[in-house]
């Protein structure tokens, strides 16, 4: 029978090894939580690294790794330290990473990680090629593995393969500065079908393929060799029956059954009638606009002094590719801003910034979506944010306000949030106040709209809707080759 075959850097579980032991956690980021309800439901097989060099990886250990990866319909690529190294941290991280998300000064080409890129995604293909077999759909995604569709393609012709982008694709001014500009557009034209976030990220695409390298472009398909290439946008949505459920079962827990967040965040919506939560939840990653938002709301408390004492900024960062020097440099600085508004504005019984720098599980992810009154989501640049939507689908009760960056895929279809521009903090000053005063009725309105949308463009519908392009992209394929 054939399969799906999904391929991305990392496996949706992260194992770690200590004293011969290993734990197994989920792996935090859009494309692992989404992907996961798709494969968790299908006949798939999920390629991808284990967080594990090989180096960490001992003979004691190996067996009992193997195990944890197949239990979970995965197979996994083998990275050596040097690899993670050059093909991580360092093109994936410091190059394409920043690139595409316009963060040019941030932006180093190095020819030696150029060199490990390939390779690595030489490595994925070599795994893909032992476990593909005729009939097989694959889906590759991310910045990650932009060379590897056309690998798979030289070996396997007549695989249908669709690539996924999950950030932005960025503008042919940014995107022309690359050295390596028309080896990753070759590279990713291996795939049958190229997926996007948004209609913009596709316009970008197809005028670098045309003006870089001078293939001819129809609409939405490009002509390449014998093959007609068709790419697309396909906003990724969430599994929002998960996230209402959770939320659902949420409301109707009894005192014993909170988590001791939820018992800390009942403290202040508790301290006094018009006290309010104001919640954000990113991985801390520069591109997710922290800095600007703290200072934006230090901005709204200056401006709006009657907010003092009442209201409070729930922020969760979780930790992210800290061996990154512009990684560091962030926590850091958000370590500063942190102490200098508590410090300013803090009272005996009331600090403005609670901020949580770590992973949580699940259930504490739902307590701070259900208990706080605002999401405020200010990326600089996002592909998507699913968290904007996860915030949006647990509001059972229909209220709650979403404060969004327009800079974010996410606002392409969110329309009924108060939209932002992340460098302005005047207008999200502003903004967040609509936000704290805006009548029941009016939450009421944008957040069932927004709850209708998600819950019918859900992920499953997504990958759906994915598939079908691209079992359509091969019928176009086997039409050519037979004329
Ligand atoms: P990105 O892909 O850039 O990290 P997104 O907002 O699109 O940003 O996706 C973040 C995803 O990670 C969301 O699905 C969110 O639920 C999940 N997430 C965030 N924090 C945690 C956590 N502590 N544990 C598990 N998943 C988390
Ligand atoms: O969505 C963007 C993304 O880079 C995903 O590819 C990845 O799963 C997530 O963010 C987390 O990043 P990393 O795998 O580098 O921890």
Wanted: glycine content about 4%; hydrophobic content about 35%.
């Amino acid at each position: 029978m054939s399969k799906t075959i999904i391929i991305s850097n990392r496996l949706p579980l992260q194992i770690k090894i200590e004293e011969d032991e290993i734990s197994v956690s989920q792996s935090v980021g859009g494309l692992a939580t989404g992907m996961k309800s798709v494969h968790e439901d299908g006949d798939s097989l999920w390629i991808g690294w284990s967080g594990l060099t090989e180096e960490e990886i001992t003979d004691t250990t190996r067996d009992k790794v193997q195990k944890e990866i197949e239990k979970n319909k995965c197979a996994m690529v083998p990275l050596s330290e040097d690899d993670v190294d050059h093909f991580y941290y360092g093109f994936s991280n410091k190059t394409l990473w920043p690139l595409f998300h316009y963060f040019m000064e941030y932006t180093t080409f190095e020819q030696e990680n150029w060199e490990s890129y390939k390779r690595v995604n030489q490595k994925f293909a070599d795994v893909v090629l032992d476990h593909v077999e005729d009939g097989d759909t694959i889906w590759v995604h991310d910045y990650q593995l932009l060379l590897l569709p056309n690998y798979i393609k030289q070996k396997k012709p007549d695989t249908n393969i669709g690539f996924f982008l999950h950030i932005p694709f960025p503008s042919y001014e940014v995107f022309r500065t690359f050295p390596w500009r028309e080896e990753v557009l070759e590279g990713m034209l291996g795939a049958d079908l190229i997926g996007f976030h948004t209609y913009d990220y596709e316009r970008h695409f197809l005028s670098c393929v045309r003006r870089l390298i001078h293939l001819e472009t129809n609409f939405n398909e490009i002509s390449y060799d014998d093959r007609i290439i068709k790419v697309d946008s396909f906003p990724m949505g969430i599994d929002y029956d998960k996230f209402y459920n959770a939320a659902l079962a949420h409301e109707n827990m009894n005192g014993d059954e909170k988590s001791d967040i939820q018992k800390r965040l009942d403290e202040h919506l508790y301290s006094s009638d018009d006290a309010k939560m104001i919640l954000s939840i990113d991985r801390l990653d520069y591109t997710k606009g922290i800095p600007n938002r703290i200072k934006a709301f230090e901005y709204f408390l200056e401006k709006y002094p009657e907010y003092q004492q009442k209201v409070r900024l729930i922020m969760l960062a979780v930790p992210s590719r800290s061996n990154v020097p512009q990684y560091q440099l962030l926590k850091r600085e958000t370590d500063e801003l942190v102490g200098r508004i508590n410090g300013k504005f803090s009272t005996v019984s009331w600090t403005p910034v609670w901020y949580f720098y770590r992973s949580l599980p699940f259930d504490n992810l739902i307590d701070l979506y259900t208990s706080c009154d605002v999401a405020m989501i200010t990326p600089i640049r996002d592909g998507m944010n699913l968290v904007a939507k996860e915030y949006v689908a647990t509001r059972v009760k229909q209220d709650g306000v979403l404060v969004l960056s327009e800079m974010a895929g996410a606002s392409k279809e969110m329309n009924e949030a108060l939209l932002i521009n992340p460098n302005n903090f005047e207008a999200i000053a502003d903004k967040l106040k609509q936000a704290l005063e805006m009548p029941k009725e009016e939450q009421k309105e944008r957040i069932t709209s927004m709850q209708a949308r998600l819950k019918r463009y859900s992920v499953e519908k997504w990958a759906e809707e994915f598939f079908t392009a691209l079992n359509t992209s091969k019928t176009v394929r086997n039409t050519i080759v037979s004329k």
